[in-house]
């Protein structure tokens, strides 16, 4: 076996997989089985009882991470004129407008997150089937299509995270790095699972939220009681 299998064969023994842990001892076991010689990323999945094909079961929205998220979130902006200017000083790392879209077009996708001014959507929309599936198109429901260029920057590069439900009913996110003290690490889960109720679509029956659980890049999945999770379990698991 390798040794890769057996830090994951050790640390695992530390999570009972049947068991689901207050969120406080979740985070704790999530930190503690971050070994690997890299700042593991803490991942947070949700299971919801959506079906997203239908629109009004769709899930989708922002957060911005109290404590960051940790990684380098690489911007770029559609914009011209002075807005470009704006992104630029905000520290967009690309900004452009038909030169950027060429470059796009051309394969080249080397960003994170992508901004636009409304008037540049003509020129963006152009580009759906390549940024749609990348979950890369700019959206005013998400603030990504503003006029505040370098708040959308800013808050790109210092602790949003985008979410969306899967056709399963999944929700996965890095919210943080194992480096993270656990009180980082509990602001951040709170602060998402929170985003994610808001988020609550009107065309849900039942239970909207079945299953959350945490875990670091390598490390194995903890789940978490939902009573605690949710506060005083107005949502429970199905049966």
């Not at 947070?44 to 009882?49: D, E, H, Q």
């Not at 080249?108 to 997150?113: L, M, T, V």
Request: hydrophobic share 45%; glycine share 12%.
């Amino acid at each position: 076996m390798s040794s890769k299998g057996k830090r994951y064969t050790a640390v695992a023994k530390t999570v009972n997989p049947d068991k689901r842990y207050g969120v406080d001892e979740a985070v704790k076991l999530v930190k503690a089985a971050a070994k690997a010689k890299f700042d593991e990323t803490i991942e947070i999945a949700m299971n919801l009882g959506v079906d997203p094909r239908h629109a009004d079961q769709m899930v989708r929205g922002v957060v911005t991470m109290p404590s960051g998220t940790g990684k380098t979130v690489r911007v770029a902006v559609f914009a011209k004129g002075a807005k470009a200017e704006e992104a630029q000083k905000a520290g967009a790392d690309l900004v452009g407008a038909d030169d950027l879209a060429e470059i796009i077009n051309g394969g080249k996708i080397e960003f994170d997150r992508c901004i636009a001014t409304p008037d540049m959507m003509a020129v963006v929309g152009k580009l759906g089937k390549v940024l749609g599936p990348r979950g890369l198109m700019p959206n005013p429901k998400l603030g990504s299509v503003t006029m505040d260029v370098a708040g959308a920057v800013k808050a790109a590069k210092g602790g949003q995270v985008e979410f969306r439900v899967e056709k399963a009913g999944l929700i996965h996110a890095g919210i943080g790095k194992a480096s993270f003290t656990e009180a980082q690490i509990l602001a951040n889960v709170k602060a998402f699972i929170d985003a994610v109720l808001k988020a609550k679509p009107t065309g849900v029956k039942g239970h909207y939220v079945k299953k959350i659980a945490l875990s670091s890049t390598m490390g194995p999945g903890v789940r978490i009681e939902l009573s605690d999770a949710l506060g005083g379990g107005t949502e429970k698991a199905a049966a």
